[in-house]
């Protein structure tokens, strides 16, 4: 809708996860490096933690594109499984014999699997995506699942990934022998600042903008304070943005217009993820609105009105307090 009147070629600000068209912070680089060497150097349990929506799984995406042709891989992005259905999801993806509900005849046939792969070298990853929701007992089921290497030990590399509350899942006294096997944990970093910055910027640039100078220094300052940094609020913040931009013809996104976006997508109970800003004083009443700016007007004229009126009568005496009223008024 506004792609033409910003010089774009499409939407920068998807929220669908694109694997080829990745902005990498230092955090998401030492992420993927990390992922990288637990399938290379067969570290077994591997544990990658971040809050939503900064990125995991589009890193899980980057991974799987790099694998060697020598990786046999399984990724389970929706744990929600009973047992059953776990263990029919890894003989699909492992061309496995059919499950059919018999758990000893799936383990005999994963340990043929497994020595197999470690005859020719090879090497089997599970990745298990939205860990955190996983219930103990099948949590259990994942870490039995190891002991079937047998003397091809190394072979199989199993990743959790998920959200902060996987660490306080796997907390559980009966997964301490799980904890004990994870040789590997990283916390996967919201963009500060300047990443922040570097993200609009390739994302504009991506989407063939060009001039990069279409959100302020100001507008980002906001945009970075709003999301936190974590990379798909700033999508919605910024695509919302620019379609306020396109809608009241603001060749430039500046702070005002973040402001409003961030009360338009203000959701009640959700106010630690897109905070609402400060109030930006009378002056930025004229960025709202018409509707805004005439109830905000007449609300003015007859507080001041009231106040001439209290102050012809003595109940403010003071010309400093007048002063001091009207600052407060002027910021509020």
């Known amino acids: 809708m506004y792609l033409s009147y910003y010089g774009l070629t499409r939407n920068p600000f998807d ?3 694109d694997p080829g068209v990745v902005f990498m912070s230092g955090s998401h680089q030492e992420a ?9 150097e067969r570290k077994g349990f591997l544990l990658l933690t971040g809050d939503v929506g900064t990125g995991k799984t589009t890193l899980l995406q980057l991974l ?4 060697d042709s020598d990786a046999y891989y399984c990724l389970i992005n929706n744990p929600t499984l009973s047992v059953e259905d776990f263990y029919d999801t890894l003989a699909a993806s492992y061309g496995l014999s059919p499950y059919i509900g018999k758990k000893s005849g799936f383990l005999r046939n994963f340990s043929s ?4 792969r470690g005859h020719w070298g090879e090497r089997v990853v599970l990745i298990i995506d939205e860990a955190h929701v996983l219930p103990v007992d099948l949590l259990e089921e994942i870490r039995l699942l190891s002991n079937q290497q047998g003397k091809a030990s190394g072979i199989l590399s199993i990743f959790l990934v998920g959200q902060p509350e996987l660490n306080q ?20 970093e919201t963009f500060d600042r300047d990443a922040t910055a570097g993200y609009i910027g390739f994302r504009l640039r991506q989407a063939g903008a060009q001039r990069f100078d279409l959100f302020s220094d100001k ?17 919605i913040l910024c695509d919302q943005a620019l379609l ?18 961030v009360r338009d997508l203000h959701i009640p109970g959700e106010a630690e993820q897109l905070p609402l800003p400060p109030r930006p004083g009378l002056r930025g ?22 106040g001439i009126w209290a102050w012809m009568h003595g109940l403010i005496p003071a010309s400093g307090e007048i002063i001091e009223l009207t600052r407060r008024l002027l910021d509020f």
């Open 15 to 17: 929220l669908t996860p």
């Open 32 to 40: 993927l490096a990390i992922l990288r060497y637990g399938v290379v």
């Open 64 to 67: 799987l594109k790099s694998l």
């Open 113 to 116: 699997f497994l020595a197999e």
């Open 169 to 188: 899942r796997l907390s559980d006294p009966r997964l301490l022998p799980l904890r004990q096997r994870i040789a590997i944990r990283f916390h996967l």
């Open 219 to 235: 507008a980002i300052d906001l945009i970075h304070k709003a999301t936190g940094g974590v990379p798909r609020l700033i999508n």
């Open 244 to 261: 306020t931009g396109f809608a009241e013809s603001r060749p430039i996104i500046k702070d005002g217009t973040i402001r409003e976006c």
């Open 285 to 306: 009443v004229f960025r709202q609105r018409p509707g805004a700016v005439f109830a905000t007007g007449l609300a003015m004229l007859l507080l001041a009105y009231a």
